[in-house]
């Protein structure tokens, strides 16, 4: 296919550090324009795995202007709603999708998809035009006013023109970005670990969340006949706890069990399943906030720039927008990569700063209450909630989904009909 050239200036080496959706999003536009796009993922091959993930909002509109909405839709998960369970696994209370195509989504969203299946999607669409290097992370780099040269975990380096940070919540990118001793971490006291387990024939489509005094919660969603997502969440302010996530998997997974271990439902089950799941994840819930993305040739993209943590329902749907909105304006400015970031900034901030906004750690406690009694209480008011129809009505009679009004720029480079 024919790669129209927007501009009379050289094409752009760009270097991209993480090959999660955020960075092939950006390889996407950035191709479309006639740069030289390389991305380099640590992990040996493309890291399609991880958790249910959701597009909202300007996230869905983001994927429609890359052609891959049908991609998406071929490969959705079946999650019809959300049920509050007890511990016979009864349900108390449902909130269902609102499947309207009006107003906002609830908690489960008309888009839910597995994060490893977005990944596959966003790498068949980028590469044929895109250099992937797995197996390979940047360990540094130094800049001047004409080039970033970065260095490899091989022990390599190159030269390139712009060196990008998609390279998660953790990025080691960012860190050289800030200044020494930036925190850029916002706690909400929350932790969670996800794995899989079998699927059982009692796994229906509803996604079942289950209440445990000492604000715990488990949550568990099928997303295929034969696997079953597994999530513990509890709120602990602990140094044990935030240290957890960096000790080796097998004290994740003693910690994890020990803090369950009592919870009751089917938390056997769950805990038996750790030792035979083909991944086992532990994270805090954090935000990512920082007054600065960018620093000379170097600027963060997506959760490296902006995490807006799981509670935001719009993670995933900001790495898309980011992607956009950076590559927009590298395209407009492919000369002058000075403006082009700082237009990246004022331009995609107002929007992070709505999706963040979003996640408020009052309410979030309120919703994993510490005793039997405050469970008791939320489930009932959920229970009457739902019988008379206000999340549904809710969701249909709101105007917007998370995003706000913000609307998504022009296109950063036509989609040609190849």
């Not at 740069?35 to 509109?61: K, M, N, S």
């Not at 993305?293 to 719009?314: E, I, N, Q, T």
């Not at 700063?353 to 405050?374: C, D, F, H, K, S």
């Amino acid at each position: 296919m024919g790669m129209t050239k927007r501009s009379r200036t050289q094409p752009l080496r760009v270097l991209v550090a993480g090959g999660g959706v955020a960075g092939q999003a950006l390889a996407f536009w950035l191709t479309r324009s006639g740069h030289r796009v390389t991305v380099v993922e640590r992990f040996p091959a493309l890291r399609a795995t991880g958790a249910q993930v959701d597009l909202r909002g300007q996230g869905i509109e983001a994927v429609k202007r890359m052609g891959l909405l049908d991609a998406v839709r071929g490969k959705l998960v079946d999650e019809a709603g959300v049920a509050f369970v007890d511990a016979r696994g009864t349900a108390k209370a449902t909130i269902m999708a609102n499947t309207s195509g009006r107003g906002r989504q609830t908690l489960t969203s008309e888009y839910e998809i597995m994060r490893g299946d977005l990944v596959r999607i966003l790498h068949d669409a980028t590469r044929d035009d895109t250099e992937y290097v797995f197996g390979k992370s940047v360990d540094g780099f130094e800049q001047d006013e004409h080039k970033v040269v970065a260095h490899f975990s091989d022990g390599s380096s190159g030269e390139f023109d712009l060196l990008v940070g998609a390279d998660g919540q953790g990025s080691r990118i960012r860190r050289a970005v800030l200044p020494e001793g930036f925190d850029p971490y916002w706690r909400v006291g929350i932790h969670m670990a996800y794995w899989f387990v079998p699927r059982i024939a009692s796994d229906g489509n509803i996604r079942d969340t289950y209440m445990v005094p000492g604000g715990r919660q488990i949550m568990r969603r099928s997303h295929n006949p034969t696997e079953t997502q597994v999530y513990f969440v509890i709120r602990e302010e602990s140094d044990e706890a935030s240290a957890i996530h960096r000790a080796p998997v097998e004290r994740q997974q003693e910690f994890w069990a020990d803090r369950f271990r009592d919870a009751g439902w089917q938390t056997e089950r769950f805990i038996e399943g750790m030792k035979t799941s083909p991944f086992f994840y532990s994270q805090e819930v954090v935000q990512v906030r920082t007054d600065t993305w960018s620093k000379g040739r170097v600027v963060l993209a997506g959760d490296a720039a902006h995490c807006a943590s799981p509670y935001s329902g719009m993670g995933i749907s900001g790495g898309l927008v980011g992607a956009h909105v950076l590559a927009g304006e590298i395209n407009r400015h492919p000369g002058d990569l000075p403006t082009a970031l700082a237009n990246y900034d004022s331009v995609l901030r107002p929007f992070i700063n709505e999706i963040q906004g979003e996640v408020n750690p009052r309410l979030l406690r309120l919703g994993m209450p510490m005793t039997r009694r405050a469970i008791d209480v939320f489930q009932a008011a959920t229970a009457l909630a739902c019988f008379l129809h206000v999340p549904d009505l809710a969701a249909r009679l709101s105007k917007k989904d998370r995003g706000g009004n913000w609307q998504l720029p022009e296109n950063p480079a036509p989609i040609s009909a190849a």
